[in-house]
């Protein structure tokens, strides 16, 4: 039992790098393609357990604590004069988080390798000094990341959709009132496969489409039955369950089956699945912002892996539905407005191209490390409540 646990714990683990990497490959493609020039790039925080230096200096590593990585480019965090002496670092809480720069590691390297110490030079240097890149490009690789993880979540989603399929439910039993007649006339064994004239399937389930219903209102179900598709109404009102709990409901209890999408409904539905997806978890946001939410509905990066872990422990659907949810959340989360995420630094950007130059880089850079201090404190604070509270 432990080291069936402890394979779920290291395939969440996995699940999690694999992410990470995504996000920070985002931020690589772009930056090679716009020729910037780039430092590091690192799985993980803290000590290195494997590097790889190319020969055009750019630094490929593997660090121990699995809980994040960074894509680190030339001059970034600092200011022009600063960035003239020492490579800056990209940070985000999950995709990248703030590394120092050119801190000497045990093996006697540098974390980041140094810009050239003078402007003509590091002009000469591929790419430049990050900061000197115009504000369109910066963009472009801000949103990389991001956009790597939504291209990701799609090609995730399409797996999950060809591999598993769609909700189906079938009714498992229709409760009685106290004379003993039927709420319903559904049968156990009846598959539902429209409400209303609207289909079931990928992007519609049998919940959405009769969650608004109101109590006392009709809503025409098609169903399969022995074979041959039938229509029959169900209203929506006071109902008494088997073990006597009374609700608002139609008076039946489903069972959640899977039915078998084929190649091009996959391909099809894959993008407008992520889409839904991504929408649920903006909101999702929006109602932690406003209250609706409490924050220790959250879970911080340890909390994550063991959520994982109890998911992908309890049925293997689950992992194919969690890799979309996460690449889904992961894009989100970064394009947040939120000091030291790729969003922020978006708006600030935007903002220097708007008005032709920059905000103080050295305010921008503050805000920023406010904003990692404050992400990291909140997750710390989450895991430690979900520790202490589950």
Request: glycine share 10%; hydrophobic share 45%.
């Amino acid at each position: 039992m432990f080291f069936e646990s402890l394979g779920y714990i290291i395939l969440a683990v996995l699940i999690l790098l694999l992410m990470i990497m995504i996000h920070e490959a985002g931020h690589y493609a772009a930056g090679k393609l716009l020729k910037f020039k780039i430092n590091e790039f690192s799985i993980g925080f803290g000590p290195k357990i494997l590097q790889k230096r190319l020969k055009n200096g750019e630094l490929f590593s593997l660090r121990a604590v699995p809980l994040g990585g960074y894509c680190a480019f030339a001059g970034e965090g600092e200011t022009f004069t600063e960035a003239q002496t020492k490579a800056g670092a990209d940070g985000e809480i999950f995709a990248d988080a703030p590394a120092p720069a050119n801190k000497t590691d045990s093996d006697g390297g540098e974390i980041f390798a140094d810009a050239p110490a003078n402007k003509t030079a590091a002009k000469a240097a591929e790419g430049g000094l990050f900061v000197e890149q115009k504000p369109w490009k910066r963009l472009i690789v801000f949103f990389a990341g991001a956009g790597f993880n939504l291209i990701s979540a799609v090609v995730f989603s399409f797996i999950f959709i060809l591999v598993v399929g769609y909700a189906s439910p079938s009714v498992d039993a229709v409760f009685t009132d106290a004379g003993g007649s039927p709420y319903c006339s559904l049968i156990s064994g009846d598959e539902i496969i429209a409400v209303n004239g609207k289909k079931i399937g990928v992007t519609r389930s049998f919940e959405e489409l009769t969650d608004k219903v109101k109590e006392g209102e009709t809503v025409s179900l098609t169903v399969i039955r022995a074979g041959k598709e039938i229509a029959i109404d169900i209203t929506k009102k006071p109902v008494t369950d088997a073990e006597g709990n009374g609700y608002v409901g139609f008076g039946i209890m489903t069972a959640r089956g899977y039915k078998k999408a084929g190649f091009g409904q996959a391909l099809a539905s894959s993008v407008p699945f992520t889409a839904k997806m991504s929408w649920t978890i903006l909101g999702v946001f929006g109602k932690l912002i406003t209250g609706q939410i409490p924050l220790n509905n959250l879970s911080g990066p340890v909390g994550t892996v063991t959520q994982i872990a109890d998911l992908s422990h309890q049925n293997w659907r689950n992992i194919l539905i969690l890799l979309p949810l996460i690449a889904s959340n992961l894009a989100v989360f970064n394009l947040l407005p939120f000091p030291a995420l790729d969003g922020s630094k978006m708006v600030f950007t935007a903002v220097e191209w708007a008005r032709g130059k920059p905000v103080n880089r050295k305010i921008e850079n503050m805000i920023h490390f406010v904003g990692i201090i404050a992400i990291l404190g909140l997750v710390v604070t989450i895991d430690l409540i979900s520790l202490f509270t589950r």
